[in-house]
C-alpha cells in the first residue's frame, strides 16, 4: 500500500521504516527541514537502537510537501502532543496537521483512510480531528475514512515493539477504514482488536496510567519494605509468579519518568478534573513519583552532610539506551541537591548533551570520576554500570544495580 507518515518522532519514523520493511511505500512529512535532511543522509533524529541501520535499508520518500502525499491509500498522524503547564495536552500539532490533510483532502479523488497514532485524550479523533478534515467538503466515512490506532512502543526497543506488537487496537470510524487498517497490521500476526475511536484512545491511556500505577504500586510496597527491612525485589519476585499480576514494571526505584507515561497521567487527570471527576488513584501514582527522589535524598543525608560535599550521578536519561532526558528522575534530583548546596558530578552513555542544556553548571565526567564522589546515586540502570567497582564507596541506588551491594555503604531505595 502507499503509506503516508506525518511526523518523524519516535512514533512516526518508528512506524515508516517498520512499515518500509514490510513491504509498503512511504512518504514521511515533516516540517523540519533540518530533520528531512538528517533523514536523507539515512542519520536518525532520534537516538533509538536500530533505527539507522532500518534507515538505510529503506526506500523512504522524505518531505515537507503534503502534496507528495495525494496518491496516498493510509495516512499516519504521528505528530507529538506536548504537555502544556496546566497538564493538558497541546494539540496544536495535531489541528496543524489535520488542516493541512484537509488541503490534500479537498483534491484526492479517491478514498483513503486518515489514521491517528498520536497519543490524543478520549474524543479528539472525532471531535477535533473529523471536523477540520471535513472542512475539505468531504464526508468523514464516507468520501475518506478515520482510525484511531494507539502506538505501544517503547523507546529504546521501539523498533522490536513495532514488529512483535502484543496487540493492535483499531478505533475504526467505519468499517472500511477499519478493514483498511487492518491489512496494514496483519502480516505482523497479532490479535487485533476493533473498537471505536473514543475506545482506542481510552485504552492507550488507560494502559500507560495502569503501567504507572503499577510502578507507584511497587514502589510504595517498596518503601514499606525498606522500613521493615524485607528486600521488596524478592517480594516482587514472589507476586509476579501469579500470573494475575505479571513480573513485569514491578522495579521499585525512583520510579518512571520519560515522555509517555507523567504526560498521560497529567493528561487524563486534567481532563476528567475538567468534568467534575477527582481521580484519587491516578493523582496518588503521581504524588508517590513526585516522591521517591526525595525519600532517596533523605537516605543520602544519612550518610553525607550535602553541603560541600560531591555527590556522583550514574546515569541522566529517563531510562536505559536512551538519550532521551524529559521528565527523567534526575532532574528533580539534581535540582535539589544544588539546593541543598552539594557539588555535582554525573556520568550517562548518552544523555549528556542533553542534560547540559538543562544544567550547564554540573560537571560532566566519567564514570571513574563519578565514582571518586563523596557519595554516588544509581539514577538510570545502563547496563555498563553492572561492571564498575563500587568496593570502598557510598552508593544510594534507585534502580537495584546488584554489583553496587559490594560498596562499602549501601543503601536501596526500596530495598
Ligand atoms: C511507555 C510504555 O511502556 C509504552 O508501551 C508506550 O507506548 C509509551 O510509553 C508511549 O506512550 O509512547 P516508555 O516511556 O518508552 O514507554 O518507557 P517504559 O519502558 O514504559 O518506562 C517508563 C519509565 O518507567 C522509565 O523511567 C522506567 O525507568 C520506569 N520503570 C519502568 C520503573 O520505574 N519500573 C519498572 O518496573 C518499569
Known amino acids: 500500500m502507499n503509506v503516508s507518515v506525518i511526523g518523524c518522532g519516535y512514533v512516526g519514523l518508528v512506524a515508516a521504516v517498520c512499515l518500509a520493511k514490510l513491504g ?31 534507515l538505510s535499508q ?22 507529538s502532543t506536548p504537555t502544556t503547564d496546566d497538564g493538558f495536552i497541546s494539540l ?18 479517491d478514498y483513503c483512510v486518515v489514521v491517528v497514532k498520536s497519543t490524543v485524550v478520549p474524543g479528539t479523533t472525532t471531535d477535533v480531528v473529523i471536523p477540520i478534515l471535513e472542512k475539505s467538503g468531504k464526508k468523514a466515512g464516507i468520501d475518506f475514512g478515520v482510525c484511531m490506532v494507539p502506538e505501544f512502543l517503547a523507546e529504546g526497543k521501539a523498533i522490536y515493539d513495532f514488529m512483535n506488537p ?15 487498517a487492518s491489512q496494514l497490521y496483519q502480516s505482523l500476526g497479532a490479535p487485533i482488536l476493533r473498537t471505536n475511536p473514543i475506545t482506542a484512545e481510552m485504552i492507550k491511556y488507560a494502559s ?21 527491612g524485607i528486600d521488596t525485589y524478592e517480594v516482587a519476585r514472589g507476586m509476579g509468579a501469579d500470573d494475575r499480576i505479571g513480573s513485569k514494571f514491578l522495579n521499585a526505584g525512583l520510579g518512571f519518568g520519560g515522555s509517555c507515561l507523567p504526560k498521560d497521567i497529567k493528561a487524563l487527570i486534567s481532563r476528567v478534573k475538567q468534568m467534575g471527576y477527582e481521580p484519587r488513584i491516578l493523582e496518588e501514582v503521581w504524588n508517590l513519583n513526585e516522591h521517591q527522589g526525595a525519600n532517596l535524598v533523605a537516605l543520602l543525608k544519612k550518610h553525607i552532610l550535602l ?26 534530583l539534581v535540582k535539589v541537591l544544588l539546593k541543598e548546596g552539594a557539588t ?14 538543562l544544567f550547564p553548571q554540573i560537571e560532566y565526567v566519567s564514570s571513574q570520576k563519578v565514582l571518586a564522589s563523596d557519595a554516588i546515586i544509581i539514577v538510570t540502570e545502563w547496563e555498563e554500570f553492572s561492571h564498575l567497582d563500587y568496593r570502598g ?11 553496587a551491594m559490594e560498596a562499602k555503604v549501601y543503601e536501596g531505595l526500596c530495598w
Open 24 to 54: 509498503h511505500r512511504i512518504t514521511l512529512v515533516d516540517v523540519d527541514e533540518q530533520k528531512i535532511e538528517m533523514l536523507n543522509n539515512c542519520q536518525a533524529p532520534i537516538h533509538e537502537p536500530d533505527v539507522e541501520e532500518a
Open 58 to 79: 529503506s526506500d523512504l520518500e522524505v518531505t515537507s510537501d503534503y502534496d507528495c502525499i495525494s496518491n496516498s491509500d493510509l495516512i499516519l498522524l504521528c505528530v
Open 92 to 109: 496544536e500539532y495535531i489541528t496543524q496537521a489535520s488542516e493541512q490533510l484537509a488541503q490534500v483532502l479537498k483534491k484526492k479523488l
Open 166 to 180: 502484543m496487540r493492535i487496537v483499531i478505533g475504526e470510524y467505519d468499517t472500511r477504514s477499519g478493514d483498511m
Open 208 to 228: 500507560n496510567t495502569f503501567l504507572a500505577t503499577k510502578i507507584s504500586f511497587i514502589n510504595e510496597i517498596g518503601n514499606i519494605c525498606k522500613l521493615l
Open 307 to 332: 553541603k560541600g560535599s560531591t555527590v556522583g550521578l550514574l546515569g541522566l536519561a529517563f531510562k536505559p539506551e536512551t538519550d532521551d532526558i524529559r521528565e527523567s528522575r534526575a532532574i528533580r
Open 344 to 357: 555535582i558530578r554525573a556520568y550517562d552513555p548518552a544523555a549528556v548533551e542533553n542534560f547540559k542544556c
Open 393 to 403: 564507596k557510598i552508593v544510594i541506588d534507585g534502580r537495584r544495580v546488584p554489583k
